[in-house]
């Protein structure tokens, strides 16, 4: 059983005050069972009969009579035995009535000091689950260890908020700087294609020009989404259906699918999730447009959205070639494929599952790939549903 520092130190408190309890106790007992002993040890060394010994009588009189020693043992016998009950009974009822007060003075004391580790850790837990990174807990109590760990961790708060600032700006930078030359060379290579002029040799080496430039921005964009996507989803984020994400994707996919003369099934059902649409766009297109292209000429593609287990899921199934399972792991690298395949430039760049499970594990969620036993992949995405586990 998993037990709070609180309740640790509350037992720590208590464990403490019935030892000492006890111990005292102990020595109570010792020192009684003494001063008896001394009495009893007098009445052993006093003659056959004591003279003159007071009783008194039921009618109240007193009478002078003498007593055996026989007598007078057995009646302080009896009085140690009635004593020593009752001292004992009386203590221990004085020792757990204050063990209960002191387990109840630890359990609030504990509380007390506690209670700057406790804002510590509601602030990591609100940070963690997708809240500001300018969000500080601020203690403000007298300078001691608890003080150093809180502005420890507003010290890390800050130089985080700072880091992802930071990258914040330099994918905007990046995705300017790198996209503009592209463009241009796209602009130009467009021109010199439609100039009259043209001779064969030249459209020839503009059109490997435009599928080399093609090629680029796909990895560049590629390689800025995964640097977006690669950490927690701190903002943007909302509540977005994957069934209407998926049925948006799968109606532009149209175009790349004819190409190879695949068929493209859906069974959309609602799958609400909370997390930012641009990303989860990317997901799902990255999902259906690998499936496209790792597929044979008159292939097939299932695509699947649900609600499973309070998750959103959606899934995508293709046909192709026999996937070992073995080999199923580094799909997920960067610029890793299938047979370690980093030659061909027609299936994309390599990092179309990267983002997938890049984004994924922003939203908090997971991703599986399984060989069909018929050839292709099943590759499913769960995340938390906004209708049971969201994010914030």
Do not use: C
């Not at 590629?222 to 509540?239: I, K």
């Not at 799968?250 to 004819?258: F, K, P, R, W």
């Not at 959606?314 to 980093?342: H, K, M, Q, W």
Request: no cysteine; proline share 4%.
């Amino acid at each position: 059983m998993k037990l709070s520092v609180r309740l640790r130190l509350t037992l720590l408190y208590s464990g403490i005050f019935f030892v000492v309890g006890l111990l005292l106790l102990g020595i109570s007992y010792m020192i009684v069972r003494g001063i008896l002993d001394d009495t009893r040890l007098r009445l052993q060394a006093a003659p056959e009969f004591v003279p003159n010994h007071v009783i008194l009588e039921p009618s109240g009189k007193l009478v002078l009579v003498n007593v055996s020693r026989r007598d007078m043992l057995n009646a302080q016998q009896n009085y140690e035995q009635a004593t020593m009950a009752r001292f004992l009974l009386q203590a221990g009822l004085v020792v757990t009535l204050l063990g209960v007060l002191a387990t109840t003075a630890g359990w609030v004391l504990s509380g007390r000091v506690l209670r700057p580790l406790y804002q510590v850790t509601d602030t990591a837990r609100r940070v963690a689950n997708g809240h500001n990174l300018n969000e500080r807990i601020a203690y403000s109590g007298s300078h001691h260890d608890v003080k150093d760990l809180a502005d420890t961790f507003d010290l890390m708060l800050a130089r985080l908020a700072h880091a992802f600032d930071v990258q914040k700006r330099f994918v905007a930078n990046a995705s300017h700087e790198l996209r503009t030359p592209l463009t241009i060379n796209r602009t130009l290579v467009d021109v010199a294609l439609r100039r009259p002029d043209a001779t064969p040799d030249t459209q020839r080496l503009g059109e490997s020009l435009l599928v080399v430039n093609t090629r680029h921005e796909r990895l560049i964009d590629g390689l800025l989404t995964l640097a977006e996507s690669d950490r927690p989803v701190l903002e943007r984020h909302q509540s977005v259906d994957l069934a209407e994400v998926a049925s948006y994707v799968v109606d532009h996919a149209g175009e790349e699918s004819d190409a190879k003369a695949i068929v493209l099934h859906q069974a959309l059902a609602s799958a609400p999730a909370k997390g930012d649409p641009i990303l989860l766009e990317r997901l799902v297109q990255n999902l259906v447009e690998n499936a496209i292209r790792h597929n044979v000429q008159g292939g097939e593609v299932w695509v699947t959205t649900r609600l499973s287990d309070g998750e959103a899921e959606v899934s995508v199934a293709n046909t192709g070639p026999i996937v070992p399972a073995y080999d199923l792991e580094a799909i997920f690298e960067p610029f890793r494929r299938l047979r370690t395949d980093r030659v061909r430039s027609d299936r994309g760049t390599g990092l179309g599952l990267s983002i997938v499970r890049a984004t994924a594990q922003a939203h908090k969620g997971t991703v599986v790939a399984e060989p069909r036993e018929e050839g292709g992949l099943t590759v499913t995405v769960r995340l938390p549903s906004s209708a049971s586990s969201p994010l914030s």
